[in-house]
């Protein structure tokens, strides 16, 4: 092994070694495991010689070492903090963002002053060595052998199993990717699914086209509703609003990022596993909920609390789904008094806004559908201000932030419910008010919510208020998602006609699947039929199996499959179904 093969295989070692140690997993550790460890050293050895073989001269030998080293310590201190593999598909997905001002602050949370200090000394430990030892030299040079390294390392990457080593299996999510094939596990049952996403629907209830509020709160975890911390509620405001209206307490976004949770809401179709519709479907050739309500007659208003529509794609894509006003919060952050911290515009100057422009659309006496995306929220949940830290007013770390920002965010809710009664919308519309996605508060000791697939990465409020239609109840033993949200409007302003939906109407309170998606981490596919839940890991193959009744916090996975648990397994192909359904409506260039 060559000199820049040495020092990559300490600092992967040492890295190991130090995860290892802080989580204590040596116990959990299989064969497998420690196979996967030593595959790292494998993809090591071929880089090294590749590099060293390769390179003409000693200081771009000392360069690549430099650099591949850097690469893989970035990407361990990701992993470690994050307990997110360094995925392609976060990287890929969300670079046209990454470098958005208010993404600063997570980066800051990821990477610390010592990470930077630590990789420094490691830089000096390696051009130490270069001056003082002739190891970088090319005393020996065989351009043949190092392509030959190259090759393995390319076919280990595609054919083996991912490493524990983060350079390598960063390029092995590369390969899967792009190379593994969705189709394939759509099975049968799915073959004709235009025909099952497509369908005559027939509301019981007369027509009545009420005004339509939807609420999508900002990363609003539904496991917190009712939950007291430190003597206080978590979400007060919820917990009286639920007594007003028709509620589900195993109610789940479709998956874990604002864009999709739109996607799910209004389009009523699944989530993609593999990037974000925003930019790989074109929403104007879908039936979405606000081109569906425009054509019976309805304006439709869209407000962003973020000040910057172009993040995600998100102007293009409301537009498209059928959206004829479009507002944001940046248009009152000027105005003497407005807060704003985080994200964005406190969220209830934007609720305050959001009812004023109702209040002028509604003047030409149509029904209004119109919707609000909140936004202080936001991870990493630690920008509230001082004074309006509640539950922890010396927050130490992410959880106690986590919960303050959640209260915070309830409290403001709070300020929305009093603008539409004061204004008489509240008793004479549907209220919906949802997640747009939960978030994880190290429940299983996760703090991205790219990093895996439990209930708190899924689980969010669902409240449907309609005075006049006598909507009640907490519905505890069937699910739904955020693609039951479409059928459901329209069920309860009594449309007739034909339905584009992965969902169905909640209003029966029928048993139905959810299907949630974790694009990363090697991505997690999940199907929930109360009180079962089944979860699928594709980068290893993995299943799991959980009873929700029994086992709420899923702590104790089923470890036999029963037949409930087998037929969920299947309904996997739906979620690749509706991607291939979805995609064949690709946008144009330019």
């Not at 609390?305 to 004829?324: A, L, R």
Request: net charge positive.
């Amino acid at each position: 092994m060559n000199i820049f093969g040495f020092f990559y295989s300490l600092v992967y070692l040492a890295s190991f070694i130090r995860y290892s140690n802080s989580l204590s997993l040596w116990k959990n550790y299989t064969a497998f495991d420690y196979g996967t460890f030593l595959l790292g050293f494998i993809f090591i050895i071929c880089l090294a010689q590749t590099v060293f073989h390769f390179c003409k001269k000693k200081y771009s030998r000392l360069a690549f070492s430099i650099f591949f080293i850097s690469l893989y310590y970035i990407g361990y201190i990701f992993f470690h903090r994050t307990n997110t593999a360094y995925d392609y598909a976060i990287l890929i997905d969300n670079i046209g963002e990454v470098l958005i001002p208010e993404n600063g602050a997570i980066f800051g949370q990821i990477y610390r002053v010592k990470d930077v200090v630590t990789l420094l000394f490691i830089h000096l430990i390696i051009i130490v060595t270069f001056f003082k030892s002739k190891k970088f030299e090319v005393s020996y040079r065989r351009p043949l052998l190092g392509l030959a390294s190259l090759i393995v390392y390319i076919f280990l990457v595609i054919f083996a199993p991912y490493s524990k080593e983060e350079l390598s299996a960063f390029a092995k999510t590369m390969s899967d990717y792009y190379l593994n094939s969705s189709s394939k596990y759509i099975g049968e049952a799915y073959k004709n699914i235009d025909s099952i996403l497509n369908y005559q629907f027939e509301s019981t209830y007369p027509e009545d086209k009420k005004d339509i509020i939807l609420v999508h709160l900002e990363s609003y975890s539904g496991i917190y509703i009712n939950k007291k911390i430190n003597g206080k509620y978590v979400t007060p405001v919820m917990n009286e609003l639920y007594k007003e209206g028709l509620s589900f307490k195993h109610f789940y976004s479709n998956s874990i990022q604002t864009i999709k949770g739109q996607y799910a809401t209004l389009c009523s179709l699944i989530p993609l596993p593999r990037g974000k519709a925003s930019y790989r479907v074109d929403s104007s050739k879908l039936d979405c909920l606000p081109r569906v309500l425009g054509q019976m007659g309805y304006t439709t208003y869209f407000h962003d609390s973020f000040g910057n529509p172009g993040f995600d794609n998100t102007h293009d894509f409301i537009k498209k789904s059928g959206f004829e006003y479009i507002k944001t919060s940046r248009e009152i952050e000027s105005k003497p008094g407005v807060l704003k911290w985080g994200w964005g515009v406190q969220d209830d100057f934007s609720y305050r806004y959001f009812v004023e422009n109702i209040e002028e659309f509604k003047s030409n006496k149509k029904p209004i559908f119109a919707m609000i995306q909140t936004v202080s929220n936001h991870m990493w949940f630690d920008r509230v201000p001082k004074d309006q830290k509640e539950i922890f007013p010396n927050e130490k770390h992410l959880t106690e932030a986590f919960i303050n920002s959640l209260h915070a965010s309830d409290k403001y809710l709070g300020t929305l419910i009093n603008e539409l009664k004061e204004k008489k919308i509240f008793d004479n519309s549907i209220i919906i008010i949802t997640g747009d996605h939960s978030f994880p508060n190290s429940e299983h000791g996760m703090k991205s919510n790219a990093a895996g697939a439990y209930e708190e990465f899924f689980r969010v409020p669902l409240l449907i208020i309609s005075k006049s239609q006598n909507l009640d109840g907490n519905i505890e033993n069937i699910n739904g998602s955020q693609v039951d949200i479409k059928p459901t409007v329209l069920d309860l302003i009594g449309y007739k006609g034909e339905v584009q939906s992965a969902g169905e109407t909640l209003l029966t309170k029928s048993e139905r699947s959810s299907y949630l998606v974790q694009p990363y981490n090697g991505t997690f596919l999940s199907v929930v039929k109360h009180p079962y839940k089944v979860i699928w890991n594709k980068r290893n193959n993995r299943w799991q199996y959980f009873n929700l009744e029994l086992d709420p916090e899923e702590r104790s996975p089923i470890k036999k499959e029963n037949k409930e648990i087998k037929a969920l397994k299947k309904e996997i192909g739906f979620i690749f179904a509706n991607e291939e359904y979805a995609t064949q409506f690709t946008p144009k260039e330019g």
